[in-house]
């Protein structure tokens, strides 16, 4: 008897085993209006991101990478849809702008209508589900109207922290959404920053993860104005104006964030089966007015070699910095000059989990270009 129930106990181990995750997980690390000259690794001379030059060093960088739009709202509902700019439900941050208007969610300011993502909508989330992952999105969603049911809690993500607009406007808050119900920030959580208290719910979710393959989106709030920090660092003696020296560190602050992310995926010994992703949601803010924004415009030329910037239909407002880091497929301080857009995202992450990409998916996988198998991929037309 006893062998018996010695045999059947290396039987289920063996079976375990061979059902232990070998996908790798997906970390989609995203910043919000972040320029695309506003990195070390892209040219950037005044602001400090070592962690990101790091991540760029040991990955690939993209040097023609577009978001969804030059805007937060359609951009994301891009990414989450891998549809096409024009074929999306989403087609700006308030109604009025287009998209699908959904009275229900209607605020008495009507120029203040927020557009919500219907669930006729398929999302990423929803998709990795199906291949088998666990889904996670921490910080800002931006595509909810006002209504809980287009929370990401109900539009394929196994959990939720965060806030559903953006919330840049103080470096603290009090509330933030854990999966459909708003609740206090834990007290451990309450010095810090808004990106800080997504960056350790971020830490936590890696380490409690260990054992199955997952999708993780983080989404941070800045560098998006009005440029609100509390300590200047290493910038508040330089001869700049109080916004420049603000808006750098808080690049500076979103880097440091990025690397305890990488530092959690090293020593909880993820790493080497992680691939992490890191871009901008669109381009960066450009003003040549008023007085005090031209200066922080000229010190830093966030969009720089491009012309405009957010909002813009032009390079500046929708090509954006992007990294992607996998471990024994990328070749470390490579780039590459393939256009690529949001859309990729949903049939890349797809291909990666062994998915089927469904007809209706407007991207194309780039794993060819992060494997180095191939230097271009066919044209075709993005906008």
């Given at each position: 008897?006893?062998?018996?129930?010695?045999?059947?106990?290396?039987?289920?181990?063996?079976?375990?085993?061979?059902?232990?995750?070998?996908?790798?997980?997906?970390?989609?690390?995203?910043?919000?209006?972040?320029?695309?000259?506003?990195?070390?690794?892209?040219?950037?001379?005044?602001?400090?991101?070592?962690?990101?030059?790091?991540?760029?060093?040991?990955?690939?960088?993209?040097?023609?990478?577009?978001?969804?739009?030059?805007?937060?709202?359609?951009?994301?509902?891009?990414?989450?849809?891998?549809?096409?700019?024009?074929?999306?439900?989403?087609?700006?941050?308030?109604?009025?702008?287009?998209?699908?208007?959904?009275?229900?969610?209607?605020?008495?300011?009507?120029?203040?209508?927020?557009?919500?993502?219907?669930?006729?909508?398929?999302?990423?989330?929803?998709?990795?589900?199906?291949?088998?992952?666990?889904?996670?999105?921490?910080?800002?969603?931006?595509?909810?109207?006002?209504m809980v049911e287009n929370t990401p809690y109900y539009r394929g993500y196994d959990e939720?922290?965060?806030?559903?607009?953006?919330?840049?406007?103080?470096?603290?808050?009090?509330?933030?959404?854990?999966?459909?119900?708003v609740k206090a920030i834990p007290d451990e959580f309450k010095a810090e920053s808004r990106?800080?208290?997504?960056?350790?719910?971020?830490?936590?979710?890696?380490?409690?993860?260990?054992?199955?393959?997952?999708?993780?989106?983080?989404?941070?709030?800045?560098?998006?104005?009005?440029?609100?920090?509390?300590?200047?660092?290493?910038?508040?003696?330089?001869?700049?104006?109080?916004?420049?020296?603000?808006?750098?560190?808080?690049?500076?602050?979103?880097?440091?964030?990025?690397?305890?992310?990488?530092?959690?995926?090293?020593?909880?010994?993820?790493?080497?089966?992680?691939?992490?992703?890191?871009?901008?949601?669109?381009?960066?803010?450009?003003?040549?007015?008023?007085?005090?924004?031209?200066?922080?415009?000229?010190?830093?030329?966030?969009?720089?070699?491009?012309?405009?910037?957010?909002?813009?239909?032009?390079?500046?407002?929708?090509?954006?910095?992007?990294?992607?880091?996998?471990?024994?497929?990328?070749?470390?301080?490579?780039?590459?000059?393939?256009?690529?857009?949001?859309?990729?995202?949903?049939?890349?992450?797809?291909?990666?989990?062994?998915?089927?990409?469904?007809?209706?998916?407007?991207?194309?996988?780039?794993?060819?270009?992060?494997?180095?198998?191939?230097?271009?991929?066919?044209?075709?037309?993005?906008?």
């Amino acid at each position: 008897m006893k062998i018996k129930w010695i045999i059947l106990f290396f039987l289920a181990s063996n079976l375990l085993m061979a059902q232990a995750p070998d996908q790798p997980n997906i970390i989609f690390i995203m910043a919000d209006d972040l320029g695309y000259h506003d990195l070390g690794c892209y040219g950037q001379e005044l602001i400090k991101t070592p962690n990101l030059d790091k991540l760029a060093s040991q990955g690939l960088r993209f040097t023609q990478f577009y978001a969804g739009a030059p805007v937060c709202a359609p951009s994301r509902a891009v990414l989450q849809t891998g549809l096409h700019t024009g074929h999306t439900t989403v087609r700006g941050n308030q109604c009025r702008a287009g998209g699908l208007m959904q009275p229900q969610a209607i605020r008495s300011i009507p120029s203040s209508m927020r557009i919500g993502i219907p669930a006729t909508d398929t999302t990423i989330g929803v998709l990795m589900q199906k291949a088998g992952y666990k889904t996670a999105i921490i910080g800002k969603w931006h595509l909810s109207g006002y209504m809980v049911e287009n929370t990401p809690y109900y539009r394929g993500y196994d959990e939720f922290f965060g806030s559903t607009l953006a919330d840049p406007l103080s470096s603290k808050s009090g509330w933030m959404y854990h999966n459909d119900t708003v609740k206090a920030i834990p007290d451990e959580f309450k010095a810090e920053s808004r990106d800080g208290i997504w960056t350790n719910i971020a830490v936590d979710y890696i380490r409690r993860h260990r054992n199955e393959p997952f999708m993780l989106m983080v989404n941070y709030s800045t560098p998006h104005k009005p440029f609100n920090i509390r300590d200047q660092g290493n910038y508040k003696n330089e001869p700049w104006n109080d916004m420049s020296k603000n808006y750098a560190a808080l690049v500076t602050r979103l880097d440091h964030h990025v690397g305890m992310i990488m530092d959690a995926l090293q020593k909880s010994g993820m790493e080497d089966n992680t691939i992490l992703f890191f871009c901008s949601d669109n381009g960066g803010e450009y003003r040549e007015y008023p007085e005090d924004w031209a200066e922080w415009t000229r010190t830093f030329q966030s969009n720089k070699p491009l012309r405009g910037g957010k909002a813009d239909i032009y390079e500046g407002g929708i090509r954006v910095p992007m990294i992607a880091r996998w471990p024994g497929n990328t070749e470390p301080g490579s780039t590459s000059s393939q256009p690529l857009y949001f859309p990729d995202i949903m049939t890349t992450f797809l291909d990666i989990a062994e998915s089927r990409i469904p007809e209706w998916c407007d991207g194309i996988s780039m794993i060819e270009i992060l494997t180095g198998e191939k230097e271009r991929l066919d044209d075709r037309f993005m906008y």
